[in-house]
T-cell receptor, first 109, second 115 residues
Framework: GQNIDQPTEMTATEGAIVQINCTYQ??????LFWYQQHAGEAPTFLSY??LDGLEEKGRFSSFLSRSKGYSYLLLKELQMKDSASYLC??????????WGAGTKLIIKP | GAVVSQHPSWVICKSGTSVKIECRSL??????MFWYRQFPKQSLMLMAT?????????EQGVEKDKFLINHASLTLSTLTVTSAHPEDSSFYIC???????????FGPGTRLTVL
């Protein structure tokens, strides 16, 4: 079966750095997405990785290792507004998005 | 970026009634649209995938006669929840993808409450 694993919840301090990990086992791979979702709102796109390596976009970076079935989202200089759920999703061979359950990130002052 | 709208944003209805939710891609042609449901504190659950002009493909466990999906044009898909019951209360989110399937653009979601 297809499976996406990410931690249920993480806590970090304002101004610090946090890394949210995601491991996956899917039938085929056409890319991995990270989305941010605030409570009561729809997800918003953060990043897309299809090749191995690190993609940096401002305070957010995303890393992919296809051989290990592993990705992480790195958030730097954390702000209170970064408190949200972070969803990892993999595009499989049928171009279906397989979603993780999400990681709830709590930022403390 | 591409914009997807949903209407209504929230709806409250009585048990047994039907509710229609519209999903529109405003500045791109969505050859494929996806309908998701999200219960509190849970991740998105894909309900169905629809391609313009053809029947929707439903995920296992989703009743196609209860959740009617129409994707009549490249910019509009509708989800009708027929004979809604309180257990259908959820956050319904649509997304659209163009010919390049590398990204889905999400609508703002519709919160349905069935009394």
């Amino acid at each position: 079966g297809q499976n996406i694993d990410q931690p249920t919840e993480m806590t970090a301090t304002e101004g610090a750095i946090v890394q949210i990990n995601c491991t996956y086992q899917t039938s085929g791979f056409n890319g991995l997405f990270w989305y941010q979702q605030h409570a009561g709102e729809a997800p918003t796109f953060l990043s897309y990785n299809v090749l191995d390596g690190l993609e940096e976009k401002g305070r957010f970076s995303s890393f992919l290792s296809r051989s290990k079935g592993y990705s992480y989202l790195l958030l730097k200089e954390l702000q209170m507004k970064d408190s949200a759920s972070y969803l990892c999703a993999v595009l499989d061979s049928n171009y279906q998005l397989i979603w993780g359950a999400g990681t709830k990130l709590i930022i403390k002052p | 970026g591409a914009v997807v709208s949903q209407h209504p944003s929230w709806v409250i209805c009585k048990s047994g009634t039907s509710v229609k939710i519209e999903c529109r891609s405003l500045d791109f042609q969505a050859t494929t649209m996806f309908w998701y449901r999200q219960f509190p504190k849970q991740s998105l659950m894909l309900m169905a995938t629809s391609n313009e002009g053809s029947k929707a493909t439903y995920e296992q466990g989703v009743e196609k006669d209860k959740f009617l999906i129409n994707h009549a044009s490249l910019t509009l898909s509708t989800l009708t929840v027929t004979s809604a019951h309180p257990e259908d209360s959820s956050f319904y989110i649509c997304s659209g993808a163009s010919g390049d399937h590398n990204e889905q653009f999400f609508g703002p979601g519709t919160r349905l409450t069935v009394l």
